[in-house]
């Protein structure tokens, strides 16, 4: 396949894919999702995400349709990654996709749901033991860390579930593999693949430390001989015994007819050190011939660790994930529909919030919320986590679409070919207006199943005028057969909605002791939700900083209703 073939590589990138990989190792690190490989080539770690993502999920990126849904998905993998055991499982999750075929999401979910089982079913110190044993090998090269990986997981008790295949390899081959890889990684074979070759090499440093110092090694000699007659001798028993060499292989390098004492000594060493050198790359290249013998003998098992110890990885990754947040397999329905029951917002999640879970839906489910609504139009109070709902639906629509848990305790999720989630934005101009129709719209035209979450439309252009293009995107979502929860102040300025619409709320119910907002996070069904500024501008009274500042905060309160904010601040203080 020509490298070029990939979307974003283009001329340059395959040329320098092609003179730091070759074609082939670039090839197999795309087809891999090997992000860290492309990387060390000399690509951006965002521009190889991209390669990846596309490569291997390129149809999955079209649902998302627009730039918060984008970002969504992003943050989602992001989150994902953080659980990664291994660098190349963190590659694989950084580059899943969206899938299109639902037997594919089916199947994925049933891997996740498997290997969660097996990992919540391991005790704390089996869990730390199959850690390390990722950690420990993780970054070296592939078949040794599968090898060496493979053996460290069979040394734990996990040996069921997920964990079976690990159990299912020639552990023993695999070891033995293992040591052959350590000792010929690198330019020179390792120590300790070779006792022969060890002592050769510790001999050659005794020697060449001598040869180095003859005068010393002399010196030595003569105070060990009693006369002339037994110096060879006694330089044959200092030598032999300071290297390990046998005597009758230091003997065979004293020359014949040496001038003097000092030359049989500088002589005799540098002879015995080339000899030895020579023995040394005689050895090292037996023994590196043999291990090569030794990693191709076990080349079948090895491939399956590498298979076997990068799916585990993944799998271990995933759970992990899943078990940290209390994700749940989402049921994957024929029907337009997206419907939870005890949803929570990953972010939230990860922050550390005291989550409030909620039930909503559109369309037709079988959970108990309301169902037959195409679309829903959110309302109610500043702050009370309307924006929060649409994020979390979109999570959960996207998560169940790349075949992984969701955070809810239910949720029945219908696949769509767009997902549009439109975050409000603070802008207000014709450019950002014309630049969110030319987003929003299209995918309601096209084609396939939409999923529309629009938050407060109204903030980018005039209230009046926001109103009527809501309403008609709301009657557009229903005529086109899309789904679509929209997030909106105007509400009441939407009648009359389509049969298939339904309007909810989220409603505050006060302040705190704190003067914190107190916020029913869960929507009511077809209650109209209202902003109660009262309870801001009460707040504001409560904190004012001086005279001045409350008596401006007190014309406000007049304007909204003085009576609803002293209410509110007698229920504050009675409460305390």
């Known amino acids: 396949m020509r490298l070029q073939e990939f979307w974003g590589v283009g001329p340059k990138t395959a040329s320098l894919l092609t003179e730091t990989l070759g074609t082939e190792a670039a090839v197999e690190a795309i087809e891999s999702a090997d992000s860290r490989t492309l990387v060390d080539a000399g690509l951006a770690p965002g ?4 390669i990846l993502r596309r490569a291997n999920g390129g149809a999955g990126l079209d649902t998302l349709a627009t730039r918060d849904a984008r970002d969504v998905y992003k943050d989602v993998l992001a989150l994902a990654e953080e659980y990664a055991v291994t660098r190349h499982a963190a590659d694989r999750i950084r580059v899943l996709t969206p899938l299109t075929d639902r037997e594919e999401m089916e199947a994925r979910l049933d891997g996740v749901e498997a290997a969660t089982n097996s990992w919540r079913a391991l005790d704390d110190a089996t869990r730390t033991a199959v850690l390390e044993a990722f950690e420990t090998h993780d970054g070296a090269a592939s078949d040794r860390a599968a090898a060496e990986t493979a053996v460290a997981l069979a040394e734990t008790d996990a040996d069921s579930g997920a964990f079976a295949a690990v159990a299912d390899l020639d ?13 010929l990684d690198g330019d020179r074979l390792g120590d300790g693949a070779d006792d022969e070759l060890d002592q050769l090499r510790d001999a050659v440093g005794v020697v060449e430390d001598m040869a180095a110092d003859p005068a010393g090694v002399l010196e030595a000699v003569r105070s060990a001989a009693r006369d002339a007659s037994e110096f060879e001798a006694a330089f044959v028993r200092h030598v032999a015994d300071a290297s390990g060499l046998p ?22 060493l540098r002879a015995l050190a080339t000899d030895l050198r020579t023995r040394v790359d005689e050895r090292e290249t037996a023994v590196a011939d043999e291990l090569r013998e030794a990693v191709a003998d076990a080349r079948d098992e090895l491939d399956r660790a590498v298979d076997v110890v990068d799916d585990l990885a993944f799998d271990v990754s995933l759970a992990r994930f899943t078990a940290a947040y209390d994700l749940t397999g989402p049921t994957l329905v024929e029907s337009d529909a997206l419907a939870v029951e005890g949803a929570r917002n990953l972010d939230l999640l990860d922050a550390g919030v005291d989550v409030q879970p909620v039930d909503y839906a559109v369309g037709d489910h079988g959970l108990d919320v309301p169902a037959g609504d195409r679309v829903a139009v959110l309302t109610g109070a500043n702050s009370g986590g309307k924006t929060t709902v649409l994020e979390t639906l979109c999570q959960v629509q996207l998560l169940a679409m790349m075949g992984l848990p969701v955070p809810a305790d239910a949720a029945e999720v219908g696949v769509v070919d767009s997902v549009v989630f439109h975050r409000r934005h603070a ?5 950002v207006l014309e630049s969110t129709l030319r987003s929003v719209v299209p995918p309601l035209t096209r084609d396939g199943r939409t999923l529309m979450l629009v938050d407060e439309f109204e903030a980018i252009t005039e209230p009046g005028r926001a109103a009527d293009l809501l309403h008609g995107l709301v009657t557009l979502t229903v005529e086109k057969e899309a789904l679509g929860a929209f997030v909106t102040h105007l509400a009441e300025d939407l009648e009359p909605l389509p049969e298939a619409a339904r309007v909810d709320g989220i409603f505050a119910e006060g302040l705190t ?9 869960q929507p009511r069904f077809g209650e109209l939700g209202k902003s109660t500024p009262e309870f801001i501008v009460s707040r504001l009274v409560a ?3 001086d005279r001045a500042e409350r008596t401006g905060y007190e014309h406000l309160a007049a304007a909204v209703g003085e009576e609803a904010v002293q209410r509110t601040l007698a229920d504050a203080r009675w409460t305390e």
């Open 47 to 50: 521009r190889a995400t991209r």
């Open 543 to 545: 904190e004012a900083g």
């Open 513 to 521: 002791t704190d003067l914190e907002l107190e916020v029913d996070y």
């Open 247 to 268: 005597s009758a292989e230091v003997r065979t390098a004293v020359p014949d007819g040496a001038a003097d004492a000092s030359s049989f000594v500088t002589e005799s």
């Open 171 to 183: 552990v023993e081959a695999l070891a033995e593999a293992a040591v052959a890889l350590r000792a």
């Open 427 to 431: 802008s207000f101009n014709a450019g």
